[in-house]
């Protein structure tokens, strides 16, 4: 006697659409990793890999609530950093917290230490669903896969290089003024990626 055409249709939803179905992901939540602010004003700042550090006068900036820049489309001042140097890259007298160093062989006085300072932390959610599709023939099989990175658009905020420099030409605004300090800009928006698989 015969299988009921019911039954084996609801072998076939059990086979090929409710099962094979796989996920996985990957979260993770970091603190922000340490940077240092260094000095490219000075003539032998970077001789033997030996990159030299601003003299420190004061209480080192913090991080402040994020101003946005209306000149870059998501860059963002992170860290403000006095001026140390002026337009024509001489060095300004007595500035505070930040002032010139005059070589990398001194003065060492009050020179700031590396990794000062830590970057924004980050946040993000990874996550796979996979569909295996068993084809007719024996050992041949179907997997589709969907992707997902930063599922949840988490906005990630990362330095931008080469900001984090006393002498660097990069500057942001705030309450209408121009400062230099360290940006940020956002990464690590949510991507899709959508494939498939066939084994044999």
């Not at 015969?2 to 039954?7: A, I, W």
Request: positive net charge; proline residues 8%; aromatic residues 12%.
């Amino acid at each position: 006697m015969g299988t009921p055409l019911g039954q084996h249709a609801q072998s076939w939803k059990r086979r090929y659409l409710l099962g094979g179905w796989e996920l996985s992901g990957l979260l993770s939540s970091q603190t922000g990793q340490p940077f240092t602010i260094g000095d490219t004003g000075v003539p032998d700042f970077n001789i033997n890999g030996l990159r030299t550090r601003p003299r420190l006068l004061g209480t080192p900036p913090r991080p402040q609530p994020l101003i946005a820049d209306s000149v870059f489309p998501n860059n963002f001042l992170y860290l403000p950093v006095n001026q140390v140097y002026d337009p024509s890259g001489a060095c300004i007298a007595n500035t505070t917290p930040f002032a010139c160093e005059i070589s990398v062989n001194g003065p060492f006085d009050g020179s700031l230490a590396r990794n000062t300072f830590r970057q924004p932390g980050l946040f993000y959610q990874d996550t796979a669903i996979l569909k295996n599709i068993p084809l007719h023939k024996e050992g041949v099989k179907l997997q589709f896969r969907a992707e997902f990175y930063n599922l949840f658009n988490h906005p990630n905020l990362y330095i931008n290089f080469g900001t984090n420099d006393v002498n660097t030409s990069s500057f942001t605004r705030s309450d209408g003024q121009t400062v230099p300090g360290v940006t940020a800009s956002f990464g690590d928006s949510r991507q899709i990626v959508l494939a498939l698989k066939l084994t044999f």
